[in-house]
Nanobody, 123 residues
């Protein structure tokens, strides 16, 4: 079993930026694809971004592409999500997740999850 802990969420005005972090323990971090998902109240959890374990390739949901950037620091067992040009519709609980699957953009592909961190974007 692996443990994932998110941090960095908070309240920000529209157009602002936040940097989320996810620290992992209890596993070989570099062998896992890491992903970010988000869930707004009353809505399904949706894919945000991921970075593959095999070659570090990054991929994003269309609505996030160009605004969000995912990265990882294997030495620190940490994955990051840099969020720029935030919009009120980005308000959600953001979760990090891990999978041995090379490519993963579906919640069902990720067996390991953090507790989530809240991001609120004001108008």
């Amino acid at each position: 079993q692996v443990q994932l802990v998110e941090s960095g969420g908070g309240l920000v005005q529209a157009g602002g930026s936040l940097r989320l972090s996810c620290a992992a323990s209890g596993r070989t971090f570099s062998s896992y694809t890491m992903g970010w998902f988000r869930q707004a109240p009353g809505k399904a959890r949706e894919f945000v971004a991921a970075i593959s374990w095999s070659d570090g390739y990054t991929y994003y949901a269309d609505s996030m592409k160009g605004r969000f950037t995912i990265s990882r620091d294997n030495a620190k067992n940490t994955v990051y999500l840099q969020m720029n040009s935030l919009k009120p519709e980005d308000t959600a609980v953001y979760y990090c997740a891990a999978t041995r699957t090379t490519y993963g953009n579906n919640r069902s592909q990720y067996p390991y999850w953090g507790q989530g961190t809240q991001v609120t974007v004001s108008s």
